[in-house]
């Protein structure tokens, strides 16, 4: 005779790594109806009372976010924060002239 387990049962019993530190944590939101055309264009008009909708009003808006969140992490002991991200290095070499001898 077999007793039926459930999924968190058996997980709960057999657990062999537990992490209670977290190295990097993106942030990423998912909002289904954003997705779409009709959405955003909702977003905008609707939700922000914008007449058009337009990719020139997001960027002030990504930039108040990243800015908020650098408000947050400045000066708070968070492990990480300052590390330059991945792309820097690249756009340095992007930025380089053109009549440089590199290519």
């Given at each position: 005779?077999?007793?039926?387990?459930?999924?968190?049962?058996?997980?709960k019993e057999?657990?062999?790594?537990?992490?209670?530190?977290?190295?990097?944590?993106?942030?990423?939101?998912?909002?289904?109806?954003?997705?779409?055309?009709?959405?955003?264009?909702?977003?905008?008009?609707?939700?922000?009372?914008?007449?058009?909708?337009?990719?020139?009003?997001?960027?002030?808006?990504?930039?108040?976010?990243?800015?908020?969140?650098?408000?947050?992490?400045?000066?708070?002991?968070?492990?990480?924060?300052?590390?330059?991200?991945?792309?820097?290095?690249?756009?340095?070499?992007?930025?380089?002239p053109?009549n440089?001898s590199?290519?």
């Amino acid at each position: 005779m077999s007793i039926t387990r459930n999924v968190a049962t058996i997980l709960k019993e057999h657990v062999a790594l537990e992490v209670e530190g977290i190295d990097r944590m993106y942030l990423n939101v998912y909002v289904p109806r954003l997705q779409w055309e009709q959405g955003v264009v909702g977003f905008f008009q609707n939700h922000l009372g914008q007449p058009v909708a337009s990719s020139a009003l997001m960027a002030p808006r990504t930039q108040a976010l990243v800015t908020a969140i650098e408000r947050f992490v400045k000066g708070r002991s968070i492990p990480g924060a300052s590390r330059p991200r991945s792309t820097d290095g690249s756009r340095r070499l992007n930025s380089s002239p053109k009549n440089s001898s590199v290519r």
